[in-house]
């Protein structure tokens, strides 16, 4: 007798639902779900969703490759023209100038049209591509919906929340691509837009070709805004934002002068905005304002901002130790009143959720569950003590007070980081998918800030047999600590030859590595070095350990300028006290 076969399986679901898909999802070239009443796309951009039955015929319609072809003659022979008699106004250098630029470039690979003839205002450029290798650039008007093609609009856009907004989690992405499609957007919008657009394109290898002129214009737009209106009350949060992104900008590809200096803007506007007491209750002069009026989204994407900056400035701050721009103790209240960003899942999802303040969660010996960007917070605000710490030590040194509060302020920043640290190991497991960079960096930087406490502890201690065993230990400790950190950094390049083998577009190259890590990872590698150089008597093999601190610099050179500069002086003559006492900047 037979067995009864196997039950008939259903058959397979199919990949996507059937009918038509959306206009929008047309428009957009995405694929579409075919959700009903609205599908996916739709849903998270916040658009109408209409499914058109009936479809335009493809292809050009006739006779329109022959207008092409007469417009392109007309424009050619309008350009000659324009050409022949700025040629004949122009100085002879100059002309030398551009014709050598010319045989560099070469004039068939770049077109210029003027969108305003006659007009004699300089206007900014605004780049678009339409492939890989071709480069367009037209002169129109700021706010013209033609000059950027939408397609490639929705590639920036979704490039920046694929790679930047990792590290600078500061927008809302569905409440950007609500504001982002309307015709008429204000100035700080337009600037905001730019330098999400020139950061993300920095971190492309298919964008490379439009990275410096979307930042030049964006920051001439950011500087052009402030001179218009310098009415205090006139600051909108999206030009904050905009310097924050610049800033980020500037320290990988520009120079750290350049990142200071716009960094000193970002902190300036959002202490101009009072950004630091936004939950601040008893204020009724910034409730009046307006932050009452505001949902929850705007007010997180505000304390976002904040803290943003807040930690902007210590990172900066660490490796020259300069002094602070936004301290916890503020003009008109004993502690930062706006409370600490929500997880990333809520804040996307719109979900109010009020987190702790600071002050709360530093008092707390448990923050094991806070999210990677409170995390990241916490160590920068640990950076900043020690800051302050190393600052005053030297101003009671000065005034003779060798002592003072020195063992009992230098202990209990001891404590918190060291708490810290474990509570960061035991959240950071060396990932197999994807990596967080803000974790990692944040992982990193707490070994460094052990490293940064020795180099206090060593410059005030006096050379007594008593405390030379208090330094000793110290430095046993931050062998350990800088172990790590090559660690770290030996983790890091195998998550990036994972991701660039999951990228299947480019080979392993040093573009792939810039969106794993985070843009200020050379600051701890850095401070790594200079321990090394300068403790070659605690570890034999110090050699090989500094050689892949100046392998993950030179990974990191091509794409981040901190990288390039950190390694110039490591690889420069003297290297043994190259990076120690140096000002990167000056």
């Known amino acids: 007798m037979l067995a009864p076969g196997p039950p008939n399986k259903s058959p397979p679901s199919a990949r996507q639902k059937p009918g038509l898909a959306c206009d929008e999802c047309r428009r957009r070239k995405l694929r579409c779900d075919r959700e009903q009443p609205q599908c996916g796309v739709c849903y998270e951009t916040g658009t109408v969703c209409n499914t058109s039955a009936l479809r335009p015929p493809r292809g050009p319609k006739k006779g329109h490759f022959k207008a092409l072809r007469t417009r392109i003659d007309v424009l050619e022979h309008r350009l000659v023209e324009q050409q022949a008699v700025r040629t004949a106004d122009r100085p002879s250098g100059e002309i030398a100038s551009k014709q050598a630029l010319d045989g560099v470039l070469g004039v068939d690979n770049i077109t210029r049209l003027d969108a305003s003839i006659g007009s004699h205002e300089e206007q900014p450029r605004v780049p678009w591509s339409g492939s890989n290798s071709d480069t367009e650039i037209c002169s129109l008007d700021l706010h013209s919906d033609d000059c950027i093609p939408d397609l490639i609009r929705a590639d920036l856009d979704q490039l920046y929340f694929e790679r930047v907004h990792l590290f600078v989690p500061i927008l809302h992405r569905r409440r950007y691509l609500s504001w982002a499609k309307q015709p008429d957007q204000g100035t700080s919008q337009t600037c905001l837009q730019y330098a999400m657009w020139a950061l993300a394109t920095s971190l492309s290898a298919q964008f490379q070709h439009i990275r410096d002129i979307l930042y030049r214009d964006s920051k001439r737009m950011l500087e052009a805004l402030e001179l218009e209106d310098d009415r205090m009350e006139s600051v909108d949060i999206k030009q904050a934002q905009a310097w924050i992104l610049l800033t980020f900008y500037e320290f990988m590809r520009t120079s750290h002068r350049r990142g200071w200096n716009s960094a000193g803007r970002a902190l300036r506007l959002v202490q101009l905005m009072r950004l630091y007491e936004i939950d601040n209750a008893d204020n009724t002069g910034l409730q009046q304002g307006g932050v009452a009026h505001m949902d929850w989204i705007e007010l997180e994407e505000r304390r976002r901002t904040f803290w943003m900056a807040y930690s902007l400035d210590r990172f900066v701050s660490l490796r020259n130790g300069w002094p602070l721009t936004i301290h916890e103790q503020v003009a008109s209240v004993d502690q930062i009143s706006t409370r600490l960003p929500a997880s990333e899942m809520e804040f996307q999802s719109g979900h109010a959720v009020l987190a702790g303040f600071l002050s709360e969660v530093m008092g707390t010996s448990d923050s094991s569950n806070t999210s990677s960007f409170t995390q990241y917070i916490i160590l920068a605000t640990i950076c900043g003590r020690c800051i302050c710490h190393m600052q005053q030590s030297t101003v009671e040194r000065l005034y003779g007070q060798v002592f003072g509060d020195f063992w009992q302020r230098h202990q209990w920043l001891e404590a918190i980081l060291t708490q810290q640290t474990q509570v960061l190991s035991l959240q950071y497991l060396l990932p197999s998918e994807r990596v967080d960079p803000m974790l990692l960096f944040t992982n990193m930087i707490s070994h460094a800030a052990f490293l940064y406490l020795t180099k206090i502890i060593e410059s005030v201690s006096p050379e007594t047999s008593e405390h030379q065993s208090t330094i000793m230990e110290y430095e046993k400790r931050s062998l350990l600590a800088a172990q ?12 990036s030859c994972f991701k660039a083998g999951l990228s299947c577009c480019l080979d392993a190259s040093p573009i792939l590595i810039v969106y794993q890590a985070h843009p ?9 070095a200079e321990f090394f150089t300068t403790h070659r008597d605690l570890d034999e093999p110090y050699g090989l350990q500094l050689q892949e601190i100046s392998e993950a610099l030179r990974d990191l050179r091509s794409v981040n300028h901190l990288a390039e500069d950190y ?17 990167i900047g000056e």
Do not use: N
Request: glycine share 6%.
């Open 520 to 528: 200020f990872t050379p600051i701890p590698l850095s401070l790594c």
């Open 484 to 495: 790590q950190i090559v660690h770290l950094a030996r983790a890091l390049s195998q998550v």
């Open 567 to 583: 390694l110039h002086l490591l690889e420069s003559d003297g290297s043994d006290h190259a990076l120690t006492g140096h000002t």
